[in-house]
């Protein structure tokens, strides 16, 4: 294992499927046990493994600048997203006016 800053690097070797175990000190510090899932997330050339815990936690300070208090951010959501489909609607119905 080596340490780059305050990441660890290991090397890891690919088996014929393509799998990579990964690292037990990883495992144990994140209480990563068999058949639980991980979270991939790769780019052009990184790849980075997360819990869902860690993606979960991500998500939430995401989202946490947009709450307001006392409201639910996916209430929020739901309730935008009926105005636009109500405003849908009635374009759609402008649309077919005069149409006979």
Known sequence: MYNIGDMQTV???VDNQGRVTLPVEWRKAHNIKTGNEVVITFGDD??????TAQMLDEAQRI?????????????QLLADR??????????ADRHGEGIR
Do not use: F, I, M, N
């Open 11 to 13: 090397p890891c070797k």
């Open 46 to 51: 990184t790849l980075v493994v997360k819990t």
């Open 82 to 91: 009926r105005g636009e489909a109500q405003a849908e609607e009635r374009g």
């Open 63 to 75: 989202v946490a600048p947009y709450k307001r208090a006392g409201h639910s951010v996916v209430d």
